[in-house]
């Protein structure tokens, strides 16, 4: 039987292809994220994308915003615990035009202590701790993850909105307007004071910490050039605390997991305020969707 | 002498004659803000909207954005403790065509705890003041202030960024997405709920504060019509929370000052959380230009 995962985001299409072994025999990636398909034609961009590997026989899993109310089949959210097993028993299956069977996995929510949502990264967070392990995995990003896992299910976890507040202060924000045009981000100095302060805090909270960014370079406290990257740290230390604080995190050591050049960024934050943490493996989805593919169940 | 004050900002041009007594004779508005005027025509632009209340014998006192960087003449910040007659002393004189003297009048700004900045806000806080008067003067706003008054001086404040990031968060980001069309913002208990979530802060700062108001409408905990009410209260509370923790808002009972509309909104919040507000006058600004009017000084 041929085994195949789709890890179909809002920009990205990925695909695993898994030998009867469970190895990963071939590999797809493509920019035809959800947004980038029209009147609901989502099976005829899997068929072009990888229509070569699918036989009738074919089990294809689906992981991501595919699955959302914007996507091809919209499933539920799973409740904490949710594990491997769980996201494999709970998904929705439907029949391809091929007759291969495919397989809409769930997301994953939390409701306690605050709603939160995921959709795909807890394929990562599986990816990335060990069956039976206690960990506290962070997904830096767009909508940075800290999830608290026990016993290899994910117990809670909290969003953070931190690299799309950065994109939006420096994009379209007064903060923003000042950075001079072509500034480089090579300002370490600038990004560690700014992990420093956020992670501290100012006193007056997020809305007045990224204001003294502002005023700061207005007030030659530092070069106008150091803005972005000084607000890029403000908002990581901020979460930083924030993240530690919370439920998801309390008393745990954080395990970085994501790509490369945001899991060093967050890797000096954490140096440069003197805590701990741990670096997860690359490549930690196609882990998660290794041990997804290996996975028995209802449908298996 | 013809004396007139001119509230030159980044979006409106306000002007006021006063008479002998020191009443307003004349006033004038037009949306002729800074960011309309090209390539730096701005005495062009004055003499179009009041050219005819100038002689040469005229005095006229310019402030907000026109004595920033991208104004008309860039004027110096007063540190605190700032004064009314401190600013007029401070002003930058230049003579107009009409050879009527031109007063630009400073910013204030404030290093600790925290670099910040105003220009053109200074003015409603002295006239909100009484003259020797302790005071905390709350300007609500795209950028809120909140300013610590002693014996009628400014001896510090702080920038809050709510209403801008309100309007960012629901125009560009993720959070806004799920807003329906034509949303009410009659959403009374929306707005109360997310003040009160704010100011206690759901344990994860405000990043995960923000990501909640999507996740709590993803996962039915309020209707997606709640969203833009609901984010509005979420960082006012914060603003609220921090602006009372902040340095300038330390002890003191808050006096709010400004637009009818933003000043019942926040009166509201103050309301929901049982905390003690004062509403400042109506015409704040007009107060203060016409104390400053009134005043003496080099140039007096």
Redesign the interface.
């Known amino acids: 039987m041929t085994r195949i995962v789709v890890d179909w985001g809002s920009s990205n299409f990925r695909a695993y292809r898994f030998d009867s072994e469970g190895g990963i025999s071939d590999r797809h990636q493509a920019e035809a994220g959800i947004l980038t398909v029209r009147d609901g034609a989502f099976e005829d961009v899997l068929e072009r994308e990888i229509g070569g590997w699918i036989d009738p026989d074919a089990e294809i899993l689906l992981s991501g915003m595919i699955t959302s109310r914007n996507g091809w089949v919209e499933t539920p959210?799973l409740e904490p615990p949710a594990t491997l097993q769980g996201l494999k028993e709970k998904a929705l299956e439907r029949r391809a035009r091929s007759g291969a069977r495919l397989l809409f996995l769930p997301g994953v929510?939390?409701?306690i202590?605050?709603?939160?949502?995921m959709r795909g990264e807890e394929i990562q967070v599986f990816g990335a701790a060990l069956p039976d392990e206690d960990a506290l995995i962070v997904l830096p990003g767009t909508?940075s993850k800290w999830v608290s896992v026990k016993r290899g299910a994910i117990t809670r976890f909290?969003?953070?909105?931190?690299g799309?507040?950065f994109a939006?202060?420096r994009q379209?924000?007064?903060?923003g307007r000042l950075i001079p045009t072509g500034a480089s981000s090579e300002r370490p100095q600038a990004f560690r004071a700014g992990v420093t302060f956020g992670f501290q805090g100012?006193?007056?909270?997020?809305?007045?910490?990224?204001?003294?960014v502002?005023?700061?370079a207005?007030?030659g406290?530092f070069p106008p050039e150091d803005i972005a990257e000084r607000l890029s740290g403000v908002?990581i230390g901020?979460?930083i605390?924030?993240?530690l604080?919370?439920?998801a995190g309390a008393g745990r050591r954080p395990r970085l997991v994501g790509e490369a050049a945001l899991v060093s960024r967050y890797r000096t934050a954490f140096e440069e305020l003197g805590l701990p943490c741990d670096l997860g493996p690359d490549h930690a989805a196609v882990a998660g969707f290794r041990r997804l593919g290996l996975l028995g169940g209802k449908h298996g």
């Open positions: 959210y929510c939390n409701r202590p605050q709603p939160d949502v909508h909290s969003t953070f909105l931190t799309e507040m939006l202060l379209h924000s007064i903060v100012g006193g007056g909270g997020l809305l007045n910490d990224v204001f003294t502002r005023a700061g207005l007030l406290s908002l901020e979460e605390r924030a993240g604080a919370s439920a």
